[in-house]
């Protein structure tokens, strides 16, 4: 029996580093290990693999030959210079990405690591994100295996470190009426060791596995925890009002996390985060451990050990831009990249006039040679639910060779995406960002508001 290949996409993370270092002491399984950059591996059995999640090309080409895939990924950071997105749009395209590449090749089995989802119908938008990641694979995948945890305790991860950094920096903590919630945190090697667990199955159906410590405890009773195991004096003070607006902002001034990671996860805190019983997975080879034993052994972990927290630096001047729209019923992503060619010119008479001449589109201003954008359409990466045209020029377009434009159908026909990726500008960046890139949002808008139209059966001739 031929050893098996494992792909890991999030492999740089803090729980994609931990696993590593748990498939190489208890399996000899191989490791694909994507990541955003070029790194070196100090075992043959790891092949690290630098790839743009945002590019499904380049995904087939790092998955290719895996056995077995594993989803690590959560697009909490920016990803261009310039963003004109929600992190939530950008973990829907690359988990369709990811779902598109893993059919392409064939890879049926996947394991995808996200949230704990309440039952609340109005989810967090950090949750309801983790929810269509799930959707967005399971449309693609034939046999998928989804876990879900809440706070995952350990060195290295960037919510336990907000945690320590309150308890460690505040001697007196203002508790509003959110940390009476109840959670369940779990400490990354029972995470990991789950995964493990799960790899070695023969066979895989699909299943929704929650991840929890033995117990629950509440939000309090976690920072009242980790203050004893510090050995720290802590008053806190409970106070009857959730105040969830305003703890985003002081938990992130006090833990020095960016706000772009923090005001996600604390809305999500309005929410009792407990694992459902009927779903929670409990191993035939470990014990669970207990809330408290799990943040004595991550509180043990960081001992003597610095932690900061990431930044990610963009190289070049880069942009990148989605829109999130109804697809009308019936409608096609095909179709839509074909409304948005015929719209556009009306939308912005007389200035902008659309050519299409077999595969390629130019965008002129007030005269066909006065060429703004030129775009080539690529059928050979085009599909029906995804429309794909690579930026070739224009005076609005700096030389490129990964600029491109997509529309794609996701969340099972309901939703389209509209997107730009890796566009460099021509224009000065400055000026760009306060002309082409605003005049961009305004006309993605308005589109959106046309498809609004057709869906709901509304004159828009």
């Given amino acids: 029996m031929s050893m098996k290949t494992v792909a890991i996409a999030g492999a740089s993370g803090f729980i994609g580093q931990n696993l590593i270092n748990q498939l190489l002491k208890d399996t000899d399984y191989k490791i694909l290990a994507l990541s955003r950059s070029e790194k070196e591996s100090k075992t043959e059995r790891i092949t690290w693999k630098k790839c743009d999640l945002f590019s499904v090309l380049d995904i087939e080409k790092a998955i290719h030959g895996a056995d077995e895939l594993i989803y690590l990924v959560h697009s909490m950071q920016p990803?261009?210079?310039?963003?004109?997105?929600?992190?939530?749009?950008?973990?829907?395209?690359?988990?369709?990405?990811?779902?598109?590449?893993?059919?392409?090749?064939?890879?049926?089995?996947?394991?995808y690591l996200g949230g704990l989802i309440p039952k609340e119908t109005k989810l967090s938008t950090h949750l309801q994100s983790r929810y269509e990641v799930e959707l967005a694979l399971a449309e693609n995948i034939e046999n998928y295996i989804f876990l879900r945890a809440g706070l995952i305790l350990g060195h290295g991860g960037s919510s336990f470190h907000i945690?320590?950094?309150?308890?460690?920096?505040?001697?007196?903590?203002?508790?509003?009426?959110?940390?009476?919630?109840?959670?369940?945190p779990i400490h990354i090697n029972q995470v990991t060791k789950t995964i493990v667990e799960i790899l070695r199955l023969e066979k895989k159906e699909k299943q929704v596995y929650d991840l929890a410590s033995s117990d629950s405890k509440s939000y309090l009773e976690v920072l009242k925890d980790t203050a004893k195991e510090l050995g720290l004096k802590r008053v806190f003070i409970k106070f009857p009002v959730s105040l969830i607006y305003l703890?985003?902002?002081?938990?992130s001034l006090i833990s020095g996390a960016s706000r772009m990671l923090v005001y996600p996860l604390v809305e999500s805190l309005k929410h009792t985060l407990n694992a459902d019983p009927k779903r929670t997975y409990r191993s035939q080879t470990f014990n669970a451990l207990s809330v408290s034993e799990a943040i004595h052994l991550s509180v043990k972990d960081t001992k003597n050990k610095d932690y900061h927290f990431s930044k990610r630096r963009t190289k070049r001047?880069?942009?990148?831009?989605?829109?999130?729209?109804?697809?009308?019923?019936?409608?096609?992503?095909?179709?839509?990249?074909?409304?948005y060619m015929h719209w556009l010119p009306k939308f912005l008479f007389p200035f902008i006039i659309v050519t299409i001449d077999n595969q390629w589109v130019t965008f002129s201003f007030l005269h066909r040679r006065l060429k703004l954008l030129i775009l080539k359409w690529s059928p050979e990466r085009s599909t029906t639910d995804r429309q794909l045209f690579y930026i070739k020029g224009g005076l609005l377009a700096a030389d490129q060779d990964r600029g491109r434009l997509e529309f794609r159908e996701v969340l099972n026909g309901s939703t389209t995406l509209s997107a730009i990726h890796d566009f460099h500008p021509a224009l000065p960046w400055y000026i760009y960002r306060y002309t082409q890139a605003i005049v961009h949002l305004i006309v993605m808008h308005f589109f959106g508001k046309y498809l609004e139209k057709i869906s709901k059966g509304i004159p828009h001739e």
């Fill in 247 to 251: 703890s985003r902002l002081w938990v």
């Fill in 317 to 339: 001047k880069t942009v990148r831009s989605v829109q999130r729209a109804i697809l009308p019923k019936g409608y096609t992503a095909r179709d839509v990249a074909e409304l």
């Fill in 79 to 111: 990803s261009a210079h310039l963003d004109q997105a929600s992190f939530s749009d950008y973990d829907l395209i690359l988990a369709d990405n990811f779902g598109r590449a893993a059919r392409k090749l064939g890879i049926c089995n996947t394991i």
């Fill in 163 to 184: 945690l320590l950094n309150l308890v460690k920096r505040l001697p007196i903590m203002i508790c509003p009426k959110w940390t009476q919630n109840q959670t369940s």
